[in-house]
């Protein structure tokens, strides 16, 4: 059974750092680009970055450019978000996802996800 687990949330002061994980278990990640999303409550589900299959190729929303940074080892099925210089607007649940099909490029329309991690709140606050 595909599956993917998050990790890595918790409470950080503005200005901190976190990093997330995202395991997958069930399926070899190597085929597939990953893309981080995040819900902040009353606001619809957003894409933060994505990861092309073989790491190569990233994309990152504009209001995280700079301060989020995206990678995978793809030995160890997992992918991560290295989140810097925290800010109170970036508080959320934070999701990886994969694509239903096998996706090479950075490439990940939300409409196009179709396995989904239960999430990791992170929450920026003094």
């Known amino acids: 059974q595909l599956q993917l687990v998050e990790s890595g949330g918790g409470l950080v002061q503005p200005g901190g750092s976190l990093r997330l994980s995202c395991a997958a278990s069930?399926?070899?990640?190597?085929?597939?680009?990953i893309g981080w999303f995040r819900q902040a409550p009353g606001k619809e589900r957003e894409g933060v970055s994505c990861i092309s299959s073989n790491g190569g190729s990233t994309n990152y929303a504009d209001s995280v450019k700079g301060r989020f940074t995206i990678s995978r080892d793809n030995a160890k099925n997992t992918v991560y978000l290295q989140m810097t210089s925290l800010k109170p607007e970036d508080t959320a649940i934070y999701y990886c996802a994969a694509p239903r099909m096998t996706t090479v490029q950075a490439m990940c329309p939300r409409a196009l996800m179709g396995y989904w991690g239960q999430g990791t709140q992170v929450t920026v606050s003094s």
């Open positions: 069930g399926f070899t990640v190597d085929y597939y680009a």
